[in-house]
């Protein structure tokens, strides 16, 4: 079972998708903007830090998980 997700990358997308800045997330976080960009350049992530993240923008990123999940599991992985 290969994880495809990157998770650092779908956040940071989602982040300019929305039009928001680095500089409001670390707020929002409560964190330095350095902080924020370590989190982009990751492939995993802590759940709490992960958990926050989804409430301050307001997607849920453990589906992404979840989908890859399904999607290993339908191509035989």
Sequence with gaps: ???NVNI???IYKELKRQGRTVTWLSRQLGTSRMACYRIFDNYSIDTQI???ISSVL???FFKTYSE???NDDL???
Aim: proline residues 0%; hydrophobic residues 35%; charged residues 30%.
């Design 58 to 60: 307001g997607v849920d």
């Design 1 to 3: 079972m290969a994880n």
């Design 75 to 77: 191509n035989g992985d």
């Design 8 to 10: 650092g990358k779908a």
């Design 68 to 70: 890859s999940l399904k």
């Design 50 to 52: 992960l958990y926050r």
